[in-house]
């Protein structure tokens, strides 16, 4: 079991360019989640789904879209790269029942310049 | 929505001391509590939940956590500290419904000196 897998670990983009953050899950989870990591404010969700073709937005959307084409992936797209969208992105994964117990991914660290 | 604060963004400790790290929420409902802690370079690992029962749950690695219904809080505790628990920790709430998402907490980083 691989658990919860992020490509790539690591991206530097330019403002402007555009990009696809890829998480997959092996553990046949319904529900998964995006979230950024920024110094002093926590994990925040960007985008989440409850199932395979379903997503909704959480407390931070703008600029993020997502897809959710097969239960076992979750993609995370920026059209257009902002520096302020520099930051840490983890991805999470749980059971449709349970009690939200997540479990996250490595994490993809990019940097806009 | 629910929100959660904790107390202390930054501890500083010497090994062996105890270690408490507040942790308060609010939302009227039922709540799922957790503890995550994010060592260094490293993903998010659960620590510990309360979902119900006891209030006082045991995690990894020798952590514990109270759940005070009444204060809103769900403080997380160690007797003695290790080099190796330095880490950031946080905090998540979840109401305790279908959809419901997770709300973190902005972090306590601990540093514990040898």
């Known amino acids: 079991n691989a658990g919860v897998t992020q490509t790539p670990k690591f991206r530097v983009l330019k403002t402007g360019q555009s990009m696809t953050l890829l998480c997959a899950q092996d553990m046949n989870h319904e529900y998964m989640y995006w979230y950024r990591q920024d110094p002093g404010m926590g994990l925040r969700l960007i985008h989440y789904s409850v199932g395979e073709g379903t997503t909704a937005k959480g407390e931070v959307p703008d600029g993020y879209n997502v897809s959710r084409l097969k239960k076992q992936n979750f993609l995370l797209g920026l059209e257009s790269a902002a520096p302020s969208q520099t930051s840490v992105y983890f991805c999470a994964s749980r059971t449709s029942g349970g009690f939200n117990e997540q479990y996250f991914g490595p994490g993809t660290r990019l940097t806009v310049t | 929505a629910q929100s959660v604060s904790q107390h202390n963004h930054h501890v500083i400790l010497s090994e062996a001391a105890s270690l408490e790290l507040g942790c308060n929420y609010s939302?009227?409902?039922?709540?799922?509590l957790f503890w995550y802690v994010q060592y260094p370079g490293q993903h998010l690992q659960l620590l510990l939940k309360?979902?119900?029962?006891?209030?006082l749950v045991k995690g990894i690695k020798g952590f514990e956590a109270e759940f005070i219904k009444s204060k809103f809080s769900f403080n997380l505790r160690k007797p003695s500290v290790q080099w190796s628990d330095t880490a950031e920790y946080f905090c998540a709430v979840s109401p305790n419904s279908g959809y419901s998402t997770l709300t973190f907490g902005k972090g306590t980083m601990l540093l514990v000196s040898p």
């Open positions: 939302y009227g409902g039922t709540v799922n």
């Open positions: 309360y979902f119900s029962g006891d209030p």
